[in-house]
């Protein structure tokens, strides 16, 4: 199985022809709209879409027994049924009921060939009925161009070669069929359906999944004559319309999965469906772009470049908490002190503007693992911090938090609070009476510093 460069379990939907590398969705630059470009050398990517990576056509098959249950594909199924078997009871002349029955013999066709199309664009849902009588003769006049051309070429095999060269002749085309309708299908051209080269390539092309669909076709078509006859013509009229539609019912679903043997094989075939265009080369927003390029320098083991990149990305965008995250759990699995230094206050706070008091005590846990002497710049994360610690059982992590806070930040509105804190830590803590003593004196002189913090509630 083809895999991703960076995620071998997924399948590639990228190739780049500079790096000669496969990537999945992931791993590209889809900041541009319409195209994907690779992180590495910047060059636009080429579009795969591999079997691998879609549902095989076994697992497909209940769905395509579902595929013709749609309002439009119904009333087509029912509404050609009804139509050709009053056709064929109507005292019509001969030519103009062999005209009239040509044309719903050709809507039928048509319509299946349509199902074939959009299956392999990548629509899994029967066409719309309006979309049925659009060349409906043209498709089956080249129908029975393919079967004229082919019989005339095994006649003049048999009699001009061997008949033994023709039999074998017969059975390729046979186990062929299915290839040819799908080669007309998608040229519209009776050369390139007959063209052996065309066909064969395309049954080689998709190797054992077309031997699976042959034989699928084969049981379905014994199904068809089996249905007739448990349908039986007891009822005439009414057995000859289910009849016609159990015919177009399995025609449909035939002709669904041979669309979707394209669909599945496209990259071997060297077409992108008009649904993996619309699926993978979308836009994203530059705070995903980012993360990505960081997941592949990292997976690169480029820690440097990583860090630039977050760096850059938080300049451009300084308000997106997972591009903090990021760049907090790079610049901890780094050790980078001096960065880490930096960047702390900042990143703390955004999570305590945003009230995420969780990630922030476990943020700050992990920065003092790795800078002990850490102290916030600001009362407000201190007095936040000392908080969170306390609640989490961590008194001693409290005290060192708000310890000479009334000294640092003197004009603090919340100073009060703080020392109240501060006792309350104290008293959680062993053998810290003569502490908890002095606090309650430093409580009592900043009330009367601080009449106003009194006044709002900070008792």
Partial sequence: MESCKYHPDTAPNFTCSQCEIDLCKECVDHSIAGE?????????????????????????????????????????????????????????????????????????????????????????????????????????????????????????????????????????????????????????????????????????????????????????????????????DDLLFLSAILQSAASSYYAMVAFHL??????????????????????????????AVTHAHVSICLKEGDYEQAKGLLHSAIKQSPKIPALWQRYFDLLCQMEDRQALMDMADKHLSLLLKLDQGIPMLRNYRRLVRILPEYVPGTPALRLSLARLNLEGGDAKAAVRLLNGLHKAFPEYDRLVESGILLKTALEAMPNMEAQVEKCQSLIDQLRIRYPEQVAEGQV
Avoid: W
């Fill in 36 to 232: 994907a470009r690779c992180f590495h050398c910047g060059s636009p990517l080429t579009i795969r879409v591999t079997a691998s990576s879609m549902e095989s056509l076994a697992r497909r098959l209940p769905k395509a027994f579902r595929y013709p249950m749609t309002a439009d594909a119904m009333m087509f199924i029912f509404g050609l049924s009804v139509a050709t078997t009053f056709l064929a009871v109507l005292p019509l002349g001969g030519f103009i009921k062999f005209l009239a029955m040509l044309f719903c013999t050709g809507l039928a066709v048509n319509y299946s060939f349509l199902c074939l199309k959009a299956t392999a664009a990548g629509d899994m849902t029967p066409p719309r009925l309006q979309e049925a009588a659009g060349g409906s003769l043209s498709i089956l006049i080249r129908l029975f161009a393919i079967i004229f051309i082919t019989g005339i070429f095994l006649n003049f095999v048999a009699s001009s070669v061997s008949s033994a060269l023709a039999i074998t002749i017969t059975l390729v085309l046979v186990i062929g069929i299915p290839a040819m309708l799908m080669c007309l299908a998608m040229s519209d051209s009776i050369t390139e359906a007959i063209n052996p080269v065309n066909f064969i390539g395309l049954m080689l092309k998709t190797g054992i999944p077309y031997l699976i669909l042959v034989g699928f076709l084969f049981i379905m078509v014994s199904s068809v004559s089996l249905i007739q006859a448990v349908i039986g």
């Fill in 258 to 287: 041979m669309g979707y043997l394209l669909y599945q094989h496209q990259d071997a075939l060297g077409y992108v469906s008009e649904d993996a265009e619309s699926a993978l080369l979308y836009h994203a927003e530059p705070e």
